[in-house]
């Protein structure tokens, strides 16, 4: 990929700390813990009742007031930051370019609340009388395709739904697209929201922290019992960056590879060698023509789980030996929660803003060294440190893996 480099030349985010990339980037440095009380629907019934939820978000400021009544909480906020990004850059979509542009959204989860909700009104009104609006929401494509009706955007519209990676899968169908002719500019997004469903889920599985333990997200900390669920969206404008370069756009940074793997174990299980995410990386490694010495900075998907912190500290440790120990390593999600299909770009994003303002986002809550997780963690402060070169790593169960290079964009003289 590295002959065929992506400029992200915009940025939307709708996050648990901020409503914008500048609030998003703050809050990351001065390590603002999001995870809060959830009032959306009732935690009484449950031991944890705590998540990264969005407050105070209106969707009305970004879309006006009509067309909204129908929309579920995943579709406003993906339509909300792609508008970020298509005022942010002034993008007039019309008939000589609608057709150039792609819509690719990640995301996992967000038709549960559809589902579920439509399926009670057919219960609670009988067949007769229920309404049908919210059917049309109850497909997992339904968010992306709003925001090509919404926009006028007439090119392919793509959702991609693959877990944990949904973002870095998404990164990389925008590659192809782009690389084909496919599209000349595409709309790259992820989108989760916290539902009932899906907290009543993870949470009967005993996967989430306070079930078993202390009820906070602590990554790679010896206290960590399970991730805290966030929620959110972040959009990126992305071009094929010697086109953005020329054309003088606002270049945010420049992906220089991306690469994901499958490497199924067992259900729900994560490989015990992280085999997926050691060969993820290594290939976006030499796809983007790095060497380990070259990296300034790891931003991990690690979520306060026993397993996946402990693997991917091994994976980490056998691909870059002991320079790791000179290697930030950092988690966004001790102060996000696990947001799945967004995750990933939200790190990403917190890459961009430790690149422009040379700060690492701390890992908050850590307080317990956990011998299997020796590594600078850039526990609870914020970390100075010029990053050119950044990797992004995304995986979790069921086999996907992920890995993405970022590099710092610098003006030609």
Same mark, same amino acid.
């Given at each position: *990929?590295?002959?065929?480099?992506?400029?992200?030349?915009? &940025?939307?985010? @709708?996050?648990?700390? /901020?409503?914008?990339?500048?609030?998003?980037?703050?809050? =990351?440095?001065?390590?603002?813990?999001?995870?809060?009380?959830?009032?959306?629907?009732?935690?009484?019934?449950?031991?944890?009742?705590?998540?990264?939820? @969005?407050?105070?978000?209106?969707?009305?400021?970004?879309?006006?007031?009509?067309?909204?009544?129908? =929309?579920?909480?995943? $579709?406003?906020?993906?339509?909300?930051?792609?508008?970020?990004?298509?005022?942010?850059?002034?993008?007039? !979509?019309?008939?000589?370019?609608?057709?150039? @542009?792609?819509?690719? $959204?990640?995301? $996992?989860?967000?038709?549960?609340?559809?589902?579920?909700?439509?399926?009670?009104?057919?219960?609670?009104?009988?067949?007769?009388?229920?309404?049908?609006?919210?059917?049309?929401?109850?497909?997992?494509?339904? #968010?992306?395709?709003?925001?090509?009706?919404?926009?006028? !955007?007439?090119?392919?519209?793509?959702?991609?739904?693959?877990?944990?990676?949904?973002?870095?899968?998404?990164?990389?169908?925008?590659?192809?697209?782009?690389?084909?002719?496919?599209?000349?500019?595409?709309?790259?997004?992820?989108?989760?929201?916290?539902?009932?469903?899906?907290?009543?889920?993870?949470?009967?599985?005993?996967?989430?922290? /306070?079930?078993? /333990?202390?009820?906070?997200?602590?990554?790679?900390?010896?206290?960590?019992?399970?991730? =805290?669920?966030?929620?959110?969206?972040?959009?990126?404008? @992305?071009?094929?960056?010697?086109?953005?370069?020329?054309?003088?756009?606002?270049?945010?940074?420049?992906?220089?590879?991306?690469?994901?793997?499958?490497? /199924?174990?067992? *259900?729900?299980? !994560?490989?015990?060698?992280?085999?997926?995410?050691?060969?993820?990386?290594?290939?976006?490694?030499?796809?983007?023509? &790095?060497?380990?010495?070259?990296?300034?900075?790891?931003?991990?998907?690690?979520?306060?789980?026993?397993?996946?912190?402990?693997?991917?500290?091994?994976?980490?440790?056998? &691909?870059?030996?002991?320079?790791?120990?000179?290697? #930030?390593?950092?988690?966004?999600?001790?102060?996000?929660?696990?947001?799945?299909?967004?995750?990933?770009?939200?790190? &990403?994003?917190?890459?961009?803003?430790? *690149?422009?303002?040379?700060?690492?986002?701390?890992?908050?809550?850590?307080?317990?060294?956990?011998?299997?997780?020796?590594?600078?963690?850039? #526990?609870?402060?914020?970390?100075?440190?010029?990053?050119?070169?950044?990797?992004?790593?995304?995986?979790?169960?069921?086999?996907?893996?992920?890995?993405?290079?970022?590099?710092?964009?610098?003006?030609?003289?």
């Amino acid at each position: *990929m590295n002959n065929f480099p992506l400029a992200i030349t915009g &940025i939307g985010v @709708i996050a648990p700390n /901020g409503i914008g990339k500048e609030d998003f980037w703050q809050s =990351l440095e001065e390590g603002k813990n999001a995870i809060t009380s959830i009032d959306i629907f009732d935690t009484k019934k449950f031991y944890v009742k705590v998540g990264g939820q @969005i407050k105070n978000f209106d969707p009305k400021a970004y879309l006006g007031f009509k067309g909204l009544r129908n =929309l579920d909480r995943s $579709t406003l906020f993906l339509l909300s930051a792609s508008k970020q990004v298509i005022e942010e850059n002034g993008l007039e !979509i019309n008939d000589t370019n609608t057709d150039k @542009i792609g819509v690719c $959204t990640a995301t $996992t989860f967000s038709h549960l609340w559809p589902i579920v909700e439509f399926d009670r009104e057919v219960l609670k009104e009988g067949i007769d009388f229920a309404s049908p609006a919210l059917f049309p929401l109850t497909v997992i494509n339904a #968010p992306s395709s709003q925001v090509s009706i919404r926009f006028d !955007i007439q090119g392919f519209n793509t959702t991609v739904s693959t877990g944990y990676t949904s973002g870095i899968e998404a990164l990389n169908y925008t590659w192809d697209a782009l690389s084909t002719a496919k599209a000349e500019i595409v709309l790259c997004g992820g989108v989760e929201s916290l539902d009932f469903s899906l907290f009543f889920g993870f949470h009967k599985l005993g996967y989430l922290g /306070g079930v078993n /333990g202390p009820t906070l997200s602590c990554p790679f900390d010896k206290r960590r019992n399970g991730p =805290l669920l966030g929620e959110g969206c972040c959009v990126f404008k @992305i071009e094929e960056f010697k086109k953005a370069e020329k054309e003088k756009s606002k270049i945010f940074a420049k992906i220089r590879s991306i690469s994901s793997f499958f490497d /199924g174990f067992k *259900m729900g299980k !994560i490989h015990p060698q992280g085999e997926g995410l050691k060969r993820s990386i290594e290939e976006a490694l030499e796809s983007a023509g &790095i060497l380990t010495k070259d990296v300034d900075y790891i931003s991990s998907c690690a979520n306060s789980s026993q397993d996946l912190d402990r693997i991917e500290v091994k994976v980490l440790k056998k &691909i870059f030996g002991k320079r790791l120990k000179n290697i #930030p390593v950092s988690s966004i999600k001790s102060m996000l929660g696990e947001s799945f299909s967004v995750a990933s770009l939200f790190q &990403i994003t917190s890459c961009i803003g430790a *690149m422009l303002n040379g700060k690492i986002p701390p890992t908050i809550n850590y307080k317990e060294k956990d011998p299997e997780c020796d590594i600078d963690c850039v #526990p609870n402060k914020a970390q100075k440190k010029e990053v050119n070169i950044a990797l992004v790593t995304s995986f979790g169960p069921g086999g996907y893996n992920g890995a993405c290079i970022l590099e710092k964009y610098k003006e030609a003289g």
